[in-house]
């Protein structure tokens, strides 16, 4: 498949869960009464949810807290490990090396859902409070995918020379060494985007973050699962909007991704043919 053929597919898979999470509480309209559970047909078109609920609108209801949450942990996560990583590859001091990264192997040892699971039976977080846990737990892959990606950069000669220029370490952790890892930065931020949305909606799933009768797509799933056989919409459409979710952005990412240069060897092979056709006419 074609670079942008990949991009056109990637789009059009997340163009709906992307726009339904963010427009579509705009078009809710008035909850109206509530039916009679996990029925079909009537004036509820995708049928009702556990509590007799209208499902699409539980679905245009449903989507923005998990797009929300899963954009900010990501991000937050990158703000925490981007900096860590960088101070990590360029420092000279063995000690401030141990010092911000072996904290992170402890972390890193500890299962990202327990530890989101334990702090939460013990503070209650909300949207806030489960965006912020989830971060705190993608920080230190985070940190080591970009240390290492660092690391190879700040070992070339050039940063030993725009130390010796006297350039500042700003200039020279941001303009060089940064720009060099930004490729894998990039690549890492679709993968840990989509392992994000999973664990956000496995949290949602498991009742951390929102209350038990929310409209959130993961909770949909959880709360409507035991009328699958009966009414299989509740349950297959905001599982289905949650996994193009995720496919989306990662052909997204691939497709952005995806190298268009031609092999090195292949060009000079090229050239070396080209010149010895000019060579032939002349």
Do not use: C
């Not at 008035?30 to 047909?41: A, E, I, V």
């Amino acid at each position: 498949m074609t670079t942008h053929r990949r991009f056109a597919l990637g789009s059009a898979v997340i163009a709906v869960p992307l726009v339904l999470a963010l427009l579509g509480p705009l078009f809710t309209g008035d909850p109206g009464p509530r039916g009679t559970s996990f029925t079909l047909g009537g004036d509820h078109w995708l049928g009702t949810d556990f509590v007799g609920r209208d499902v699409w609108r539980q679905v245009l209801l449903g989507g923005r807290t998990v797009v929300l949450t899963a954009l900010a942990a990501t991000a937050l996560a990158y703000l925490v490990a981007v900096p860590v990583a960088l101070g990590s590859a360029l420092t000279r001091l063995r000690w401030l090396e141990e010092l911000l990264m072996r904290p992170l192997d402890v972390l890193l040892a500890v299962p990202s859902l327990l530890l989101i699971l334990l702090v939460a039976s013990v503070l209650s977080p909300g949207a806030a409070g489960l965006a912020l846990l989830v971060a705190l737990v993608n920080v230190p892959d985070a940190a080591r995918i970009v240390r290492a990606a660092a690391g190879e950069a700040a070992a070339r000669p050039a940063v030993e020379a725009l130390r010796m220029q006297g350039e500042t370490w700003w200039r020279i952790a941001v303009g060089y060494v940064g720009r060099s890892a930004l490729r894998t930065l990039a690549a890492d931020a679709g993968i840990r985007l989509t392992g994000v949305l999973y664990l956000v909606s496995t949290a949602a799933f498991l009742g951390v973050g929102v209350a038990p009768d929310a409209a959130d797509w993961a909770v949909m799933v959880d709360r409507n699962r035991t009328g699958l056989l009966v009414q299989p919409w509740a349950v297959v459409v905001p599982a289905l909007l949650i996994v193009a979710l995720t496919m989306g952005t990662n052909l997204l990412f691939d497709a952005a991704l995806e190298k268009k240069a031609v092999p090195q060897e292949e060009t000079s092979f090229t050239k070396k043919a080209s010149l010895g056709k000019k060579g032939r006419r002349r």
